[in-house]
């Protein structure tokens, strides 16, 4: 089973960056360049929200309108890790963050659905 590992998050003041990483291991049958990865972000009470999503070659990304223009992401399939660069940080950002893999990559940023491996999240707290 593919197994996902965050880091990178903590408290940050907002205006502030923060960059989160996801490093995979035990992938079979596909290699780490062919899933699909994705940042999702859930806070108590509420639906898990798709951030951005990444192709597996990096060709091509997507993201939530509400992170347009602050967070990117990026892959580097040699280093098996992907990272989300979060730039200009919002309280409304705090979240708990999480990276997935999936087969194909959704046509929109959806909540999860056809990722199959997650990984246990990491904290992201914005003070304002």
């Known amino acids: 089973q593919v197994q996902l590992v965050e880091s990178g998050g903590g408290s940050v003041q907002a205006g502030g960056s923060l960059r989160l990483s996801c490093e995979a291991s035990?992938?079979?049958?596909?290699?780490?360049?062919?899933?699909?990865m994705g940042w999702f972000r859930q806070t108590p009470g509420k639906e898990r929200e798709g951030v951005a999503v990444i192709s597996g070659s990096g060709g091509f990304t997507r993201y939530t309108d509400s992170v347009k223009g602050r967070f990117t992401i990026s892959r580097d399939n040699a280093k098996n890790t992907l990272y989300l660069q979060m730039n200009s940080v919002k309280p409304e950002d705090t979240a708990m963050y999480y990276c997935a893999a999936g087969k194909y990559c959704p046509v929109v940023v959806n909540t999860g659905q056809g990722f199959d491996y997650w990984g246990q999240g990491t904290q992201v707290t914005v003070s304002s």
């Open positions: 035990g992938y079979t049958g596909y290699t780490y360049s062919n899933y699909c």
